[in-house]
T-cell receptor, first 116, second 115 residues
Framework: LAKTTQPISMDSYEGQEVNITCSHN???????ITWYQQFPSQGPRFIIQ???TKVTNEVASLFIPADRKSSTLSLPRVSLSDTAVYYC?????????????????FGSGTQLTVLP | GAVVSQHPSRVICKSGTSVKIECRSL??????MFWYRQFPKQSLMLMAT?????????EQGVEKDKFLINHASLTLSTLTVTSAHPEDSSFYIC???????????FGSGTRLTVV
């Protein structure tokens, strides 16, 4: 499983764009990059997933350079409610030959604090 | 979208008793479910992988006789913390992956407090 490195914490102000970068130097060919958001005492919530280039959905964008050794989660115009821990996960999400799923390993995550 | 229901959300039990936590996939079948434990201010740590119809696979350092996992159907996995001690107090989270999608869905977590 590819190891990921993220900043431990980041601060931002309401209305700003926040970019959180994750390093995954030993990403494998079949690995996807997935970002989750976790609020205190809640389970992680899926934000966005990508394999290469750029992916955008209604809440975020994910930028992945050609070498795929890093990725950047971009949150446009953050609000106080975006204060949470953000996890970058890298792994092969396709089922194993037996039909079972592969495990996900969480890194330390990034505590994003949005200030008024 | 895929929904995973985890119950209870919060439980307090006495030392020496057992507690069962349920994880259900509501709108999809989950061949595999994962159980995580999270201590305050820390990341999620994988405890075990639960495969429907077979024995769970435990991560190194996790006592299989203490944390009993049963995955009897494609929509339900249970984690039983046996003979609980205060050091078992933690936030337990399950996740599941459907058979047709490539995303993992997490339950809302269970806050276990052993007194």
């Amino acid at each position: 499983l590819a190891k990921t490195t993220q900043p431990i914490s980041m601060d931002s102000y309401e209305g700003q764009e926040v970019n959180i970068t994750c390093s995954h130097n030993n990403i494998a060919t079949n690995d996807y990059i997935t970002w989750y958001q976790q609020f205190p005492s809640q389970g992680p919530r899926f934000i966005i997933q990508g394999y290469k280039t750029k992916v955008t959905n209604e809440v975020a964008s994910l930028f992945i350079p050609a070498d795929r050794k890093s990725s950047t989660l971009s949150l446009p115009r953050v609000s106080l409610s975006d204060t949470a821990v953000y996890y970058c996960l890298v792994g092969d999400l396709s089922p194993v030959s037996s039909g079972s799923a592969r495990q996900l390993t969480f890194g330390s995550g990034t505590q994003l604090t949005v200030l008024p | 979208g895929a929904v995973v229901s985890q119950h209870p959300s919060r439980v307090i039990c006495k030392s020496g008793t057992s507690v069962k936590i349920e994880c259900r996939s509501l709108d999809f079948q989950a061949t595999t479910m994962f159980w995580y434990r999270q201590f305050p201010k820390q990341s999620l740590m994988l405890m075990a992988t639960s495969n429907e119809g077979s024995k769970a696979t435990y991560e190194q350092g996790v006592e299989k006789d203490k944390f009993l996992i049963n995955h009897a159907s494609l929509t339900l996995s249970t984690l039983t913390v046996t003979s609980a001690h205060p050091e078992d107090s933690s936030f337990y989270i399950c996740s599941a992956m459907g058979q047709t999608n490539y995303g993992y869905t997490f339950g809302s977590g269970t806050r276990l407090t052993v007194v």
